[in-house]
């Protein structure tokens, strides 16, 4: 999907060309050392692939218990594949019939003998070139339903629901559905990012939103697919791969037709104080993950911009995003698989803001012209008063489709007063097709004084992110986020939740994975710096 | 205009029109009997002539309404009180001025958003360096020590931290208001601070944007801080209810 963006900002492309560079440095500096460690959320993840599934009598999830067993024995630094398959050599059961074995009891890590290497090599390249064909065939189901339905709004109509119980964020999400969404996130539980399991099973009760749990997934895609039959469109079901798990819920959603993840680089970082190192490490491979099963991930910089002031730190936002692309690409993401975000903050009594956000939305569209740009409304400067707010939202809608958005997540008229009520998402997407359709081809029509406002505005945006993206190539990444350089946040190197989940690999490590997911997806030159 | 304060009505463009807007949703498909539907339970919360303006389809049999009726009740203003803070804000610079001539002593603060709460919006305006729209935050200020414990604090870990540091107050933010989760939070770690013998040690204020004054004082707080909030507000009352309690 290539977006026509002509340079309607004057925009150097020298300039570009630099931050993209600094940018592609910032990336190969983390990479020089992410292949020399795993994590256990990595290793459950490839325990997940080789299919295993279930939770023990006390709710443990069996990826959990085997990577626990393997650690305890001090050989997790090879890989839970090497010994998954070796057990599989020895006692010629399946991949959850020996978790089981282990959660029982009945099978201890040290039985499992030794074989050769080509042997149990065999046996795990067979089952994870299953476990990838599996992901391709629910990559081509997604691909055949959205060839088959109607096309998508442009910018595409993102809704959230948050009840906490699954079967009713079922009922919200089919509603949202019918009334027009394009996309429908089920917001999860608050805490769930700081769990180091994945939950198991459908689950009734979470504050702030749904617990993300593979049944949970399914019945939501299955509400979405009922809608889907009577809307004749498709509608994107979206999910959280972050926090502690990352990986996990890549093969989650991979496996159960997830379109979009949330699935940032630094925001578990700088928003969940987890650790640096962990964070870095899983979302290498969560993403190789999304990028093979075809999902869009979702980048957080809105965030940075709820916490800091909107217009000062403009430009962190342009910086985080060339960082999220240099990594992603490392990853084996598409741009088009890239829905990098940013928001609509800047406080609204300010005069002129809206020019300001223009210029940072049509930023955005020019840096990055085949992104599919998440666009987040305003939610900071917003109150009570539901009426001011709608009007505020349709300005955001406005910004949204003059600048050639895509993944718009639409505000609700009650944002700082409840998760949102069926109504709201009705009015919302209301709001957003009467705008959207009304101003249609506005951005065609539309050019901006040379040197005016908005021009000034935007240059000024990318030369600040320049400088920023230089100060970090020179003092890397991991210093800047101990000097607090984005959203205001100041975060330890070796601080942080979920440290001691790192574990240094073992030069016999072996994850068939890696390299399955890496051939398969080969990025473009050119946009690689 | 004379406006007897004793029966007070809504008003729309009359004295005592009663005239009131509403909208809900009914799980109830949209048509000629959701509209009734909607209109006799508009007569049930007490709206006289109530009119259908709008009626929606919001799909998988829900529909939405909005409507105008003439509401027959009245409420006696003229008796009511509410209970507010008396502290007048002070500037930034007066309340550090004041801590530091009158109290002689920094003063200590420890914030948290607790419980499964991940917002940190409200604890972050109020504490944080930067503050608030153009408010230094609580950090800022020279004369008071802030400990910004960030989010998904238990509230255990809230108390012990306050011990340990010798809080002269404590602040906590809820902002995940679902299921009325702050208010089991909020009482939880009141309930904490009492049974371990801290309640009287310490200032324990609560901010959100569901909280008020009055609430906070239903629970068992020193005080609420609800929308609006400024860093200042928050300090300004620490400061004067610590020089009250001193007697100063």
Partial sequence: MIIPVDNKLNLDPGKVKLAREKAGKIADRLHAWIGDYTTTTTERAAARLMGIDGADESGVPMANVMVDELARSGILDHGLVPWLARSIVAREESPQEIAEAL???????????DCAEEKWREVADKLAGEAAAGIKAVKAERDRLKSKAAPPNKPMLYVIVATGN????????EAAALQGADIVA????TGQSLLDYVPYGPTTE?????????????IVRQA????????GRYTNLVNYASGLCMPEISVMGAFERLDMMLNDAMYGILFRDINMKRTFIDQHFSRMINAYAGIIINTGEDNYLTTADAFDEGHTVIASQFINEQLALRSGLKEEQMGLGHAFEINPAMEDGLLMEIAQAQLCRELFPRSPLKYMPPTKH??????????????????????GQEIQLLGMLTEAIHTPFISDRYLSIKNAAYVFNNAKHLGEEIIFREGGRIQERAVFLLNEACKMLQEIDEISLETAMEKGMFADIKRSRDGGKGGTGVIARHKDYYNPFFTIFMNDTKVEEGRLS | MNIDYSSVKTYGDTLNDGAMQVSFTLPVPAGDEAREAARQMALKMGLDSPSVTEMADLGAGFTFFVLYGKCKHTVDYSVIKVPKQQQKVMS???????????LGCRIVVVAACTGSDAHTVGIDAIVNMKGYAGEYGLERYPEIDAYNLGSQVPNAELLARAVELNADAVLVSQVVTQKNIHLENLTELIELAEAEGLRDRMLMICGGPRISHELAI???????????????HVASYIAAELMRRHKI
Avoid: C, W
Avoid at chain 1, 206 to 218: D, L, M
């Fill in chain 1, 103 to 113: 959660a029982a009891g009945s099978l201890k890590v040290e039985s499992i003998p």
């Fill in chain 1, 166 to 173: 699954v079967y009713e964020d079922a009922v919200q999400a």
């Fill in chain 1, 186 to 189: 089920v917001i999860r539980h």
């Fill in chain 1, 206 to 218: 979470g504050f702030g939103g749904t617990y993300a749990t593979q049944e949970n997934f399914r």
């Fill in chain 1, 224 to 231: 979405l697919d009922r809608a889907a039959q009577k809307t």
């Fill in chain 1, 382 to 403: 917003v109150t009570g008063d539901i009426f001011k707010t709608y009007l505020i939202n349709g300005m955001f809608n406005l910004v949204s489709v003059l600048t």
């Fill in chain 2, 92 to 102: 930034f610079k007066e309340v550090n001025e004041l801590i530091k001539k009158e």
């Fill in chain 2, 218 to 232: 239903e629970l068992g707080y020193d005080a609420g801080f609800g929308p609006g909030t400024l860093p200042n």
